[in-house]
């Protein structure tokens, strides 16, 4: 099946080909609307020498510049290569010249003229009157054709031409699709394909800066093509997203171009807008953001077909300025200005369009027979001069069609040597030209064309990418035009210092659709869409680990203040200075002046019956304690370390637990005196100094053998608390340098204390009714009730304050303050009133009269007797005791 569908297509070609062809030969057998040059091998030329016709018409206006300057470059180059010895010596070129009348199905059925020769016709049917075979006029054989102007004809035209393997060689057409050379393989150009120019267009948007732009094409083959391959390439490189594609209808209607400018402003963003499209469409463009008061909005990028032309922007150029348009690389041919202003109608008689153009160009009229002269019109004299008479700028494509016309004689000539190479003329390895073998040469030529620059096909028969970048620029108002400010050759060269966008100004402006990130903020992707983002601030302590990404700092790092990196996180202690350090400290050096008052006034005093009568071994036991509870203090205040974290944990609860063993030794002591008095005269046992202060040493030596187990256990080290001080605000955070221990390891170390301490409360109250001249009992009760109270309200003071950003400072002040306070107390109530009767009243320090167990006993059962008296129930002794 795949073989059989080019011969079907070839058999259809060759049906329409003859029906078109004997239609030609009864009603113009000599081709009036073509050029015919004799030589001995023929070239098809294909040029847009009018513009497409109004409805029902196939030709419009005469088109001067696309049309009759690049025909007539066609013939210049064929002067030039006849006239040179060198290039296909004793060969002269013909031509057979067509007008395509910018329409692809016109184009397509003038072509088959080209393909006559090929087809074999029937005559064996057709006689003269006189019974002879008939003489028909074999038509010349084109070996190659230079052509067409527009891609879509080009394309119309290569269908038919590869089925009868005419190599074609175009000088303007610029599709991406002709690069195809499976389809299109017999086409070739000396103009680079719009995928080239598409990717100079991607890369010139990217050395600007954008990122968001909008693609506008007019409907067709150039159009539709050169955006399909800039969308295509922009996908591949990545880095710029399309906004909007829009198109131009053939026949746009009335407002079209209104509502292409109001759904190009949906993304206003996208200032940016890729351009392929004629020049018609491109003034209506520009006209219609003028009438929309967007002077100056887009910024637009325009292929070749706007190039460097006035007439697009002609009174629109407020709108066009900054314009970057492309256009390839190419020079004006002084030899072809000097022959085409040269040309007149008598030496031009060749060119059957000739006298069409001088009417246009010169705005006259030629006089015909049997045609009236218009009245509005002049008469062509014949003696005006082109450039003189008339304005004349040679066109931009007249470089390439002589070009793509000597691209085929030098393959002529290459062909030439190698199958004729003792021929001077052609031979018959050359009668006829085999298109394909010519497709090769044609493809293998490298020669300097006529601009200086080399002439070479790739293997698609495409010519390498070299463009001119322009920018329309206005200096001032009265000098407006395009200047060069770049080039492209496979890789992009823009001065971007030279440029100059609306006004003047030199910065370039933004088309992105979103705006660059802060240091510190994240890309959050609009999904769908990557050039478009939302920007994400990382939060709390989050830091910038690239573009999308935040990510949590160490725990001992804070982010840096542009959160882009993470700083270590200042440590802090409590320092001598602070508040909470200095009211503790105070108290605490208070407390230790008087605990030394007290001892010194004790020792001084040691003999004295208050001394004495105090215990004087407990008594410097208790001191010792209360003297450890107010050094803790400038222990839990000093700078952590090992040392220091060490005497931390053995003082912080040994202080108090020396000061309540010797309490609870005390008033158990006392309790247990009065409580056998009331029973018996025989003296409790344990009651002697020596044996309160080994009851005592016990107490203690249980707190100091926990402390010595969590050595053992959990040796003391510092550690830095990152968690404690890390509030929302990063820059407040701190790590604080502190000992290994807890809350809980805190309260675990003063719990055996508070048991201690509540014993000894629990004896101070049942030890309540001991008469007042016998003991301390009362003094230690009211001691007692005092430091419950004080720790009582130091509990929730210490747990409250958990989640304070200073809790390690309130939580430090608190239980030292508690500690100093609960000393006080103990200072105060039991040794203050001594040492003031020692000092101030040493008259009653005196001895009293010993008093003996017995004694103490029978006060004691006399006291009871009278208290069960007074009582509303009366008790009977118990006789049996």
Request: proline share 6%; charged share 20%; glycine share 6%.
């Amino acid at each position: 099946i795949s073989s059989l569908w080019p011969r079907l297509l070839l058999y259809v070609w060759l049906w329409i080909g003859g029906q078109v062809v004997q239609v030609s030969a009864s009603h113009q057998q000599f081709h009036p609307h073509s050029i015919k040059i004799p030589g001995d091998i023929t070239l098809g030329g294909l040029f847009p020498v009018h513009s497409r016709g109004p409805h029902g018409l196939p030709c419009g206006e005469l088109k001067k510049e696309k049309g009759i300057h690049r025909m007539e470059a066609m013939l210049y180059a064929l002067d030039q290569i006849n006239s040179d010895p060198e290039l296909l010596p004793n060969i002269t070129l013909g031509a057979r010249i067509l007008d395509t009348c910018s329409r692809d199905t016109y184009a397509l059925e003038q072509s088959l003229t080209f393909v006559q020769a090929l087809i074999q016709k029937d005559t064996s049917d057709i006689r003269c009157s006189n019974g002879e075979p008939p003489i028909i006029r074999k038509p010349e054989r084109v070996v190659g054709v230079i052509g067409a102007s527009a891609s879509s004809v080009s394309i119309m035209v290569a269908n038919i031409l590869r089925l009868f393997e005419i190599p074609q060689v175009s000088y303007a057409s610029t599709a991406p699709e002709l690069s195809d050379n499976n389809r299109y393989d017999f086409f070739s150009r000396v103009v680079p394909p719009d995928s080239y120019q598409a990717q100079a267009m991607l890369d010139i948007v990217k050395a600007l800066g954008w990122n968001y732009v909008s693609t506008l094409a007019s409907e067709g083959n150039y159009g539709e093509s050169g955006v399909d391959a800039f969308m295509q390439i922009s996908r591949e490189a990545g880095g710029v997203c399309i906004a909007q594609s829009v198109k131009i209808p053939r026949e746009p209607t009335a407002g079209e171009f209104d509502k292409i400018i109001k759904r190009l402003m949906e993304t206003s963003n996208a200032r940016g807008v890729i351009i392929f499209a004629n020049e018609d469409d491109i003034k209506r463009v520009l006209e219609a953001a003028k009438r929309a008061n967007l002077t100056g909005h887009f910024l637009f990028v325009g292929s070749d077909s706007w190039g460097a032309k006035s007439s697009p922007i002609a009174e629109l150029e407020d709108v066009a300025e900054g314009a970057v348009t492309i256009l390839p690389k190419r020079a004006s041919i002084d030899g072809f200005d000097q022959y085409f202003m040269s040309r007149s109608l008598e030496n031009n008689r060749r060119n059957i369009w000739f006298n069409e153009f001088w009417e246009d160009d010169f705005r006259c009229k030629l006089t015909r027979p049997g045609i009236k002269l218009d009245l509005d019109k002049k008469k062509c004299t014949g003696e005006e001069r082109i450039g003189r008479d008339s304005s004349y700028e040679q066109e931009g494509k007249v470089q390439f069609v002589i070009d793509a016309v000597y691209a085929v004689a030098y393959a002529l000539h290459s062909m030439h040597q190698d199958l004729c190479p003792s021929s001077s003329g052609v031979c018959g390895k050359m009668d006829p030209v085999e298109g394909r073998s010519l497709l090769g040469y044609i493809r293998a030529v490298n020669f300097n064309g006529s601009a200086g620059t080399s002439v070479l096909f790739n293997e698609n028969g495409d010519a390498p990418g070299r463009y001119d970048i322009f920018q329309f620029q206005m200096t001032n108002h009265s000098h407006p035009g395009y200047r060069v400010i770049g080039q492209w050759t496979n890789n992009l060269r823009l001065n971007l210092e030279e440029m100059q966008w609306s006004g003047g100004d030199k910065l370039v402006p933004d088309s992105i659709c979103s705006f660059p990130c802060q240091p510190g903020e994240r890309k959050k992707m609009v999904k769908g869409v990557p050039c478009c983002w939302h920007c994400e601030l990382c939060d709390g302590y989050q830091y910038q680990v690239d573009e999308f990404t935040c990510e949590t700092c160490p725990s001992d790092m804070r982010p840096v203040p542009n959160r882009t990196a993470c700083r270590p996180t200042p440590i802090i202690k409590l320092e001598w200075n602070s508040p909470f350090a200095l009211v503790p400290a105070s108290l605490a050096m208070l407390g230790i002046l008087a605990t030394s008052a007290v001892v010194i006034t004790f020792i001084r005093f040691n003999d004295t019956p208050i001394v004495r009568a105090s215990g004087r071994e407990l008594s410097y036991v208790l001191l010792t304690g209360i003297f450890l509870i107010y050094l803790i203090t400038f222990l839990m205040i000093a700078e952590p370390g090992v040392v220091a974290c060490a005497f931390r944990r053995l003082l912080l609860g040994l202080g108090m637990a020396i000061t309540y063993s010797a309490m609870l030794t005390k008033t158990n002591r006392i309790y247990r005196i009065f409580e056998q008095g009331k029973r018996s005269v025989t003296p409790p046992k344990f009651i002697s100094p020596t044996s309160q202060l080994i009851i005592t040493f016990i107490l203690i030596s249980v707190q100091v053998l926990g402390v010595f187990v969590w050595f053992a256990v959990v040796p003391p080290h510092t550690i830095i608390d990152y968690e404690e001080l890390r509030p929302p605000n990063p820059e407040l955070a701190r790590g604080i340098l502190k000992c290994d221990m807890s809350d809980l390891s805190i309260i675990c170390c003063l719990s055996y204390s508070i048991v201690l301490m509540v014993t000894c409360t629990v004896y101070a109250v049942k030890s309540r009714g001991v008469p007042e001249t016998f003991n301390e009992a009362k003094p230690i009760g009211f001691t007692m009730y005092t430091t419950c109270i004080i720790w009582l309200a130091f509990v929730p003071i210490f747990f409250g304050t958990a989640q304070s950003t200073e809790k390690m400072f309130i939580q430090t002040a608190t239980l030292t303050v508690s500690m100093s306070l609960s000393a006080f107390v103990s200072l105060g109530m039991l040794y203050m009133p001594k040492v003031y009767v020692i000092i101030f009243h040493p008259e009653q320090n005196v001895q009293k009269r010993k008093r003996s167990f017995k004694a103490v006993a029978q006060a004691v059962s006399q006291k009871s007797l009278n208290e069960k008296q007074n009582g509303e129930t009366k008790i009977e002794p118990d006789r049996s005791q």
